[in-house]
């Protein structure tokens, strides 16, 4: 399938930056703390990574400490604590310009490479132990797309932040790893009623290209969608 021919409505497009996806978990999972354990949880984590407070001082926070202080909402605060930055002190994308455009807008539905392999990708039937693998690529690819917290990925929680900020998930450096070898292995086939004729593995190769782009730098990354 030649995806430079597809043509279709317009959707949002998707990026990969790179990002420390342990600090993108440990934010995540203070944000979902009630109101008074938040600041406690919020200062042992700035106390243990000198270089988060020093980022978080260097975006104008003059009390990064205190957690009930800082205006951003949770989506800009999760993105602003976790992203890579380059030398010019901007988020750093994933992928040379082409494979983030093979990437960034599939011609299906909403867009998203990523969903279209949710809902066509199948196990395969001739691999021992299919199951197991299968179902933990499907868990990482839900958490790419649609992550709330670590037990629930059906409702993405950083979506509609400041600025049309969308974070849809975020992967650790061992997740991108993992996903990597289970994209490229023999767990899965492709649906019987899948609408785009070798939709699925152009989705995997692009998806593959993506991953190994953050591989290389040893990075997390960071699954947005923007207008």
């Not at 430079?4 to 993108?24: E, K, M, V, W």
């Not at 040379?96 to 011609?107: A, M, Q, Y």
Request: glycine content about 8%; charged content about 25%; hydrophobic content about 40%.
């Amino acid at each position: 399938m030649d995806l430079d021919q597809a043509s279709g409505t317009t959707t949002a497009f998707y990026t990969l930056h790179s990002c420390d996806g342990d600090i993108a978990m440990a934010v995540s999972e203070i944000l979902r703390l009630a109101d008074e354990h938040k600041n406690d949880a919020w200062q042992s984590l700035l106390e243990s990574s000198p270089s988060l407070k020093s980022r978080l001082q260097e975006q104008g926070l003059t009390e990064p400490f205190s957690i009930d202080k800082i205006a951003w909402d949770d989506a800009m605060l999760l993105f602003l604590c976790a992203i890579n930055i380059d030398e010019e002190g901007k988020p750093m994308a994933i992928g040379e310009s082409l494979k983030r455009e093979r990437f960034g807008r599939f011609p299906y539905g909403d867009g998203s490479l990523v969903n279209y392999l949710i809902e066509f990708l199948r196990p395969n039937s001739r691999v021992n132990d299919q199951g197991k693998l299968f179902g933990r690529m499907i868990d990482l690819l839900k958490k790419m797309s649609s992550f709330n917290h670590i037990e629930d990925y059906n409702l993405a929680r950083y979506d509609g932040g400041m600025g049309g900020m969308n974070i849809l998930g975020f992967l650790s450096l061992e997740e991108v790893s993992e996903m990597r070898k289970l994209l490229a292995g023999r767990n899965w086939s492709v649906a019987s009623d899948e609408p785009l004729d070798g939709g699925v593995r152009d989705a995997i190769k692009h998806l593959l290209a993506m991953i190994r782009a953050a591989e290389r730098i040893d990075s997390g990354v960071i699954h947005r969608a923007h207008m």
